[in-house]
């Protein structure tokens, strides 16, 4: 590969981005150019536009995509109802494409010839960062310098920071990699990468213990409009403001610890633990919501479909024309899911306590058992039989 000249790096200011800046320089002699998005991460970003210039980057490129973020990438997923392996929100996977769309833009603004990132070799986001890219720009080189390099651990890689005075955010009593927006925290190394070992508090950032949560249980009413979250007890909230409240109700009240062995793309097991307060709030009450306004067989099909759209997001294939597929489905489904979930926040509990909808599948004439009951129930008689027939057939032939 042709040695590139000016290098689009993906900057968190973290320890990885933070030794790639002189690393590049070092082995490749090239321009670099840090990018840093806004999604959320409760940084000063001035100071991340310091420090990335005090440490070799000749510009950098800071851009707020908190509202573009969850409105477009988040909210899709949300729509989809779309968990990894049943658990995982997927703020991390989901962050990755955005964070592309961009260094993708900003390299061809800048005549770049390539885009950097500080994803490791067994892990996941080298896939989510390059597919992407490919996606977009097929011409663009990737530069993956955590595959290349010598460095055989995070303690090394501390060593080489400390040799060169870059300021990092870790050390080796806390060698956590954290990776933190809006819509969910990722947590792992350090004695997480034990399956057995139960997270230490030290590990969690914005959820309490549900041991040291309030007593007294907090409600909470969710709007929605097709599909989307619009507004929070009444209140009609953008994006980045719901989602910063639900954050800070659901930390409170211990909500939103998710602690899972995962199956990674390249095949391997990891450990992770993740907070997600707001976003397992919002998966709740707009299942919730769902069931009230879907009819029977929509349902189940979204529901093995949301499997896919997890994976397809997880596994790096946003800009791909299934997801695209995917989400004209899922939007269909959408056009009837408006309305209001009452949730109640308990130690760590995210409890459904009340749904209505203009949209109501939900007819009390016919679910009651009370004397309003309109159901024909001497229909059921022949029902069962023309249900059960096949199985009758094989009976007898058995």
């Known amino acids: 590969m042709e040695t590139p000249k000016k290098v689009v790096l993906a900057y968190s200011g973290g320890l990885d981005t933070s030794v790639i800046i002189r690393w590049l320089m070092e082995n490749y002699g090239c321009e670099i150019i840090a990018f840093s998005a806004d999604v959320g991460q409760q940084e000063d970003m001035e100071e991340v536009r310091k420090k990335a210039l005090a440490t070799g980057a000749s510009k950098v490129h800071i851009y707020d995509l908190k509202e573009e973020f969850l409105r477009e990438y988040c909210f899709s997923a949300l729509k989809a109802q779309a968990l990894y392996e049943g658990k995982y929100p997927l703020g991390t996977a989901l962050n990755r494409p955005i964070i592309s769309k961009y260094l993708v833009e900003i390299a061809k603004e ?17 896939v989510r ?13 990737c530069l993956a310098p955590v595959r290349e390099w010598e460095f055989k651990s995070r303690e090394e890689e501390i060593e080489y920071a400390q040799k060169h005075h870059i300021p990092v955010p870790v050390t080796k009593d806390k060698p956590y990699s954290i990776d933190l927006n809006l819509w969910s925290i990722s947590i792992e190394c350090g004695v997480l990468e034990d399956p057995w070992a139960e997270p230490p508090e030290d590990a969690y950032i914005i959820t309490k213990s549900p041991q040291e949560a309030p007593r007294e249980p907090l409600y909470l009413e969710i709007g929605f409009e097709k599909g989307t979250p619009v507004s929070l007890n009444g209140e009609p909230l953008k994006p980045a403001a719901l989602m910063t409240r639900l954050n800070e109700a659901g930390g409170e009240y211990g909500v939103g610890r998710i602690d899972m062995v995962e199956n ?11 907070e997600a307060p707001g976003a397992t709030i919002l998966y709740t009450a707009h299942r919730e919501l769902e069931h009230l306004c879907l009819e029977r067989e929509t349902f189940r099909i979204k529901e093995y479909l949301s499997v ?3 994976e397809m997001v997880y596994y790096g294939y946003w800009f791909s024309p299934l997801r695209e597929a995917l989400d004209a489905f899922v939007n269909k489904t959408q056009e009837r899911v408006t309305g209001t979930v009452r949730l109640k926040l308990y130690k760590g509990q995210c409890i ?45 032939k058995k």
């Open 110 to 126: 800048e005549g770049a010839d390539a885009i950097a990132h500080g994803a490791t070799g067994k892990g996941n986001d080298q």
């Open 129 to 141: 960062f390059e597919v992407s890219v490919m996606a977009l720009d097929p011409n663009l080189k």
């Open 264 to 274: 990674r793309l390249v095949g391997i097991k990891s450990r992770e633990i993740y």
């Open 308 to 310: 896919k759209y997890a």
């Open 352 to 396: 459904p306590a009340g749904r209505r909808s203009p949209h109501s599948l939900y007819d009390y004439n016919l679910a009651t058992y009370e004397a309003a009951d309109a159901f024909e129930h001497k229909a059921g008689e022949g029902f069962c039989k023309i249900w059960g027939l096949p199985l009758g057939v094989v009976a007898k």
